[in-house]
């Protein structure tokens, strides 16, 4: 299958913008009668703010989210002549309000648009930076000499705060591809920051789980702990100071958040965070001026780009690893005929192929303008052809296995040359989250954003409504010179992020991403295999039971992945540990006629939320 690629090109405008200065359900390649959730093992949605749907299908525009409020938000916008963009900036400010433990302006981000006009993939990269005079010891407890325990100490603390992008990426987006004003996209949800939204157990139980770090933080427990406690269940939560924050950003624009007395609280904050008398938490500062926070700007890489079967897939360009993971466990198993297998050998592929792959993100990813990355060797199916000749189509690879020497010398594929060895923990939150838009005009949103860990760092600037991220975390936290993603000041740490556009035809057709920390890569990547070799339509590419091979010793998978494979993947050699659940991914497939179906979790942390401007069929 031959595809046209679609234009790309670098937004110069933006890059010199310094702000501050198992379900089987029928579709357009399926025949298939549709299953409820429950036939597959899916239950029902914990989350009760309004009636939410998983699976969509209409005309107009669609969006995917985790949360019925923000979703509501963005089609709204389409639905009032907002375009892609400006649905997907809404939809994550809404998202902001209600899963606040997630993501917000605390945090960043990446963004990868299709632009149906032009004809062109772009991209944002909103990630957070570390402040110039980030120490190399940030993570190193003095008193012991050894690194913090991540959770809850490293994590809480000014210490593991970076730059926010999230800010300068919506207003660098709806500059370059909006159709309406940053007010417009933020009004939608600081009224419902104002009005408030449902407490769902979702909600309480995160914040139930972080109840010990968030009472530590004064601020922090003062929105989120009213009277010492969590929210309960059905109970009204509203947050009158983002609004506000949200109105300021509105009026003042980048000025308002990167200048200014909001900068001054945040770096302040950073800086001598508000701790509560008695804590036994070490809530360590962090080293962020406002100059670091006026300096700030959004980056504008090329996407990463590679051919599958035919297909033509778009995603992130590094601090990102998402795109080039993606991308060369995707290569790898292009090397074998994947669609002629049995399941269950398919499955032995994808993770033999998701290890090596994450060798060489290990040995290879971090921010390119601070090393020296093989980005274009990692991305060839050259160097996947002979990554391809580690993988033994009968048994499970000791773990780790070494990454592969990126040469550029392909010339004898099975020689068994290796590169360097990089066994590095990955130490990544789950707490992310992803939204998909495309509109009646054909442009194409996928993207990712997060404050690190479930409640970031656990700090909230004081009277602003915010929790600021945690994403220094990211990077390694024992300093090696010989590591590519070893602190820097100014750097921004490596991602797992991984929002991706696949394109069929030439044409766009599929935009999917999920958090999980660095699960997210094999989430994609897994979601991906299941639609286009396995046979699955699109809501069953999602609901299909997942694991997550990084490169360790134990493959860790979901109860249902065991079930259905677990006796011969172990027979195989691969040792599997029970997770509860791995990715929550929100996914739109652009069908003919301009119709689009949005796919989102029907069961995973309570659900997603799917849904169309006009609805042509009712799931």
């Given at each position: 299958?031959s595809?046209?690629r ?13 702000v501050?200065?198992g ?13 409820d959730?429950?036939?597959a093992?899916?239950?029902a ?5 309004q009636?939410?749907?998983?699976v969509?299908?209409?005309h ?12 509501e ?14 649905a997907?900036?809404a939809?994550a ?5 209600t899963?606040?433990?997630s ?10 648009h299709?632009?149906a006009a ?5 991209t944002?990269d909103?990630r957070?930076?570390a402040?110039?005079?980030?120490p ?11 690194t913090?325990t ?16 999230t ?9 370059s ?8 996209a ?5 009224t ?14 995160m914040t ?8 530590a933080i ?6 989120f ?10 109970s ?5 100071d983002?609004a506000e924050t ?15 007395a909001?900068?001054?609280?945040i ?12 804590t036994e938490?070490?809530?360590?500062p ?6 670091d926070?006026?300096e700030?700007a959004?980056?504008t890489p ?12 778009y995603?992130m360009a590094?601090p990102?690893?998402g ?11 292009e090397q074998?005929?994947?669609?002629s ?8 592929h ?6 090596l792959?994450?060798?060489d ?8 303008d601070?090393v020296?990355?093989p980005?274009?060797e990692?991305?060839?199916?050259e ?6 000749c580690e ?5 499970a690879?000791?773990?780790p296995?070494a990454s ?8 004898t594929?099975c ?5 360097p060895?990089a ?16 509109d009646r ?6 993207y990712t954003?997060?404050?690190?860990q ?10 602003r ?14 300093y ?12 921004r740490?490596?991602?797992?992020m ?5 394109f069929?035809?030439?044409k ?8 999980g920390?660095?699960t ?6 897994q979601?991906?295999?299941n ?7 699109l ?6 039971p997942?694991?997550y091979?990084?490169n360790?010793?134990e493959?860790?998978?979901?109860p249902?992945f ?6 011969e993947?172990?027979a195989l050699?691969h040792e599997?540990?029970e997770?509860?659940s ?15 179906q949005?796919?989102a979790?029907?069961?995973r ?13 009712r799931?």
């Amino acid at each position: 299958m031959s595809a046209r690629r679609p234009r790309t090109r670098v937004l110069a405008v933006l890059s010199t913008v310094a702000v501050g200065a198992g379900v089987v359900v029928a579709s357009s390649a399926s025949a298939a009668d549709p299953v409820d959730p429950a036939a597959a093992g899916v239950g029902a949605s914990e989350r009760g703010k309004q009636d939410k749907q998983w699976v969509a299908e209409g005309h107009g525009g669609a969006v995917s989210s985790v949360d019925a409020d923000a979703t509501e938000v963005g089609i709204e916008v389409l639905r009032n002549g907002g375009n892609a963009t400006d649905a997907a900036v809404a939809t994550a400010a809404a998202l902001g309000v209600t899963e606040p433990y997630s993501l917000g302006i605390g945090g960043g981000g990446f963004f990868v648009h299709y632009d149906a006009a032009s004809d062109t993939v772009e991209t944002i990269d909103g990630r957070e930076t570390a402040p110039a005079a980030m120490p190399k010891d940030a993570f190193i407890d003095p008193a012991t000499g050894e690194t913090y325990t991540f959770f809850p100490d490293m994590v809480t603390s000014g210490a593991s705060v970076g730059v926010p992008g999230t800010p300068a990426t919506w207003q660098a987006a709806l500059d370059s591809w909006g159709s309406g004003s940053l007010a417009d996209a933020l009004e939608p949800a600081a009224t419902l920051a104002e009005d408030g939204f449902e407490v769902d157990e979702t909600f309480h139980r995160m914040t139930a789980n972080n109840q010990e770090r968030f009472a530590a933080i004064s601020s922090t427990a003062e929105l989120f702990l009213p009277g010492g406690e969590p929210p309960a269940v059905g109970s009204t939560f509203r947050n009158p100071d983002l609004a506000e924050t949200y109105r300021l950003m509105a009026r003042e624009g980048m000025d308002g958040f990167y200048q200014g007395a909001l900068a001054e609280e945040i770096a302040a904050t950073v800086q001598s965070p508000p701790v509560v008398e008695g804590t036994e938490l070490p809530v360590p500062p962090g080293e962020m001026t406002t100059e670091d926070i006026a300096e700030y700007a959004v980056n504008t890489p090329e996407p990463t780009s590679h051919e599958y079967r035919g297909y033509e897939i778009y995603g992130m360009a590094p601090p990102s690893s998402g795109g080039h993971t993606s991308a060369e466990t995707l290569n790898i198993l292009e090397q074998f005929d994947v669609p002629s297998m049995s399941e269950a050998d398919a499955m032995h592929h994808y993770l033999e192929a998701s290890a090596l792959a994450y060798a060489d993100r290990a040995a290879y990813s971090g921010d390119t303008d601070f090393v020296d990355m093989p980005l274009e060797e990692l991305l060839s199916d050259e160097f996947a052809a002979e990554r391809a000749c580690e993988l033994d189509p009968n048994r499970a690879a000791d773990k780790p296995v070494a990454s592969g020497d990126a040469d550029g010398d392909y010339s004898t594929p099975c020689d068994g040359a290796e590169g360097p060895r990089a066994d590095r923990p990955n130490s990544e939150g789950p707490s992310t989250t992803h939204l998909s838009v495309t509109d009646r005009w054909g442009n194409v949103v996928s993207y990712t954003l997060t404050i690190e860990q479930t409640g970031g760092s656990g700090i909230t600037v004081p009277d602003r409504g915010f929790i600021l991220n945690n994403e220094l975390t990211d990077f390694s936290h024992v300093y090696d010179e010989t590591d590519p993603n070893r602190i820097e000041g100014g750097k921004r740490p490596r991602s797992s992020m991984t929002p991706t556009i696949v394109f069929e035809d030439g044409k766009p057709w599929l935009a999917v991403g999920s958090p999980g920390g660095s699960t997210i890569i094999t989430t994609v990547t897994q979601t991906m295999l299941n639609r286009m070799d396995l046979g699955m339509d699109l809501p069953s590419a999602v609901a299909a039971p997942r694991a997550y091979q990084h490169n360790t010793a134990e493959v860790t998978a979901e109860p249902g992945f065991v079930d259905a494979y677990g006796d011969e993947l172990t027979a195989l050699g691969h040792e599997l540990s029970e997770t509860s659940s791995i990715g929550v991914v929100a996914a739109i497939e652009l069908l003919p006629g301009g119709r689009a179906q949005a796919v989102a979790e029907p069961e995973r942390q309570g659900g997603g939320s799917a849904a169309v401007v006009s609805p042509t069929r009712r799931w």
